[in-house]
């Protein structure tokens, strides 16, 4: 870790336990407000307030992967989200499901008051990736119980994440909470695909989410040829997933991350927005990839793109 002291901002957070108001005992110690205290170490500059369970894949991953590709997130976290990082500076955000910090780091170099929160030891690398950035914090907790407080944030945002816990509709009633009346929330799941595809894939990784990691390292760089070919990289992930981007390395990371994970649920636009509207957002809006073309468009709304997704924004009611 370098030279920059995080003053950890305990703010928009609460003892995941009683739900008591935390203070910093000492540099390395959280305690909690609460009748019986509850203790949390902070351990290279990240409170832990839980461990990594069944997640450690993902610990692996973002660890092992360098995926930061400054030009490229910008534009994912637009066409994800529906704003820019600019347009959150000076604002209170959550990213829950942080991962390697690719998306925390853009939002902290705006100028945003961040907590980024993961449950696995992909939060060592999101904090070296922010490194120089002291308002972005970057917590170790699990999203089926965070440590967040509620109505704080002004913008919430998850990525790529709620479908990799056991109880996504709780894990999305948690993040929902956090948000302030009148902040937003942008939520991207993995969209549900036909029945083939759903069986195919389930039976495909039934066999790879227990696999030696060696075996499935050499599984996900073997898939980066398919989807080095063209013609092949359209038709055959359509059959079995496999990454189609343009870098070989972001198609090795993009493998490991659908083939490794213990948990994979796969959602439909419907069942999004009715989450957002039990949790009392206003008027979903349906966040579509940026990638243009009527072929596409067909498949994507033909729910044929194994991988892609459902994506929406909306807004807390006041
Ligand atoms: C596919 S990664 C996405 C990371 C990041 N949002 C991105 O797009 O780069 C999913 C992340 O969700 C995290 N995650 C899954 N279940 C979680 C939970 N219950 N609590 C906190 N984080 C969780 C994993 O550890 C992993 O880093």
């Known amino acids: 870790m370098n030279s920059i002291t995080y003053s950890i901002d305990l703010s928009a957070l609460r003892c995941p336990r009683c739900h008591s108001d935390l203070l910093l005992h000492e540099a390395e110690l959280i305690r909690c407000q609460g009748s019986v205290t509850h203790e949390f170490p902070i351990v290279r500059a990240i409170p832990r307030f839980a461990g990594e369970t069944y997640i450690e894949s993902f610990g692996v991953q973002w660890n092992r992967y360098e995926v930061i590709r400054p030009e490229?997130?910008?534009?994912?976290?637009h066409a994800k989200t529906g704003c820019w990082p600019q347009d959150l500076a000076g604002k209170k955000v959550l990213d829950a499901g942080v991962g390697g910090g690719r998306y925390a780091r853009l939002i902290g170099e705006a100028g945003a008051q961040l907590v980024g929160l993961d449950l696995s030891s992909a939060?060592?690398?999101?904090?070296?990736?922010?490194?120089?950035l002291p308002q972005v914090n970057i917590i170790q907790a699990d999203l089926l119980n965070p440590p967040l407080s509620e109505s704080v944030f002004d913008f919430a945002y998850s990525i790529g994440v709620l479908h990799h816990c056991p109880d996504p509709r709780k894990a999305f009633a948690q993040?929902?909470?956090?948000?302030?009346?009148?902040?937003q929330l942008a939520v991207w799941l993995y969209r549900r695909n036909t029945l083939p595809q759903e069986l195919i894939n389930k039976a495909l990784r039934a066999v790879t989410t227990r696999l030696p990691d060696s075996v499935l390292k050499f599984w996900s760089k073997l898939l980066t040829i398919p989807g080095g070919v063209p013609g092949l990289k359209q038709t055959g992930s359509k059959l079995i997933n496999f990454s189609?981007?343009?870098?070989?390395?972001?198609r090795l990371c993009d493998n490991y991350d659908w083939y490794a994970p213990k948990y994979q649920s796969h959602h439909t636009l419907a069942e999004l927005r009715q989450w957002y509207l039990e949790e009392g957002f206003?008027?979903?809006?349906?966040?579509?990839p940026e990638k243009a073309g009527r072929l596409y468009e067909w498949v994507y709304d033909?729910?044929?793109?194994?991988?892609?997704?459902?994506?929406?924004?909306a807004q807390k009611r006041s």
């Not at 939060?123 to 922010?130: G, N």
């Not at 206003?282 to 579509?288: M, Q, V």
């Open 72 to 77: 490229m997130d910008t534009v994912t976290f």
């Open 123 to 132: 939060v060592e690398k999101a904090r070296k990736v922010c490194e120089d």
């Open 175 to 183: 993040v929902a909470k956090s948000v302030k009346p009148g902040g």
């Open 282 to 288: 206003e008027e979903p809006r349906e966040l579509r």
């Open 244 to 250: 189609t981007f343009e870098d070989k390395h972001l």
């Open 302 to 313: 033909h729910d044929l793109i194994i991988g892609s997704g459902v994506n929406m924004v």
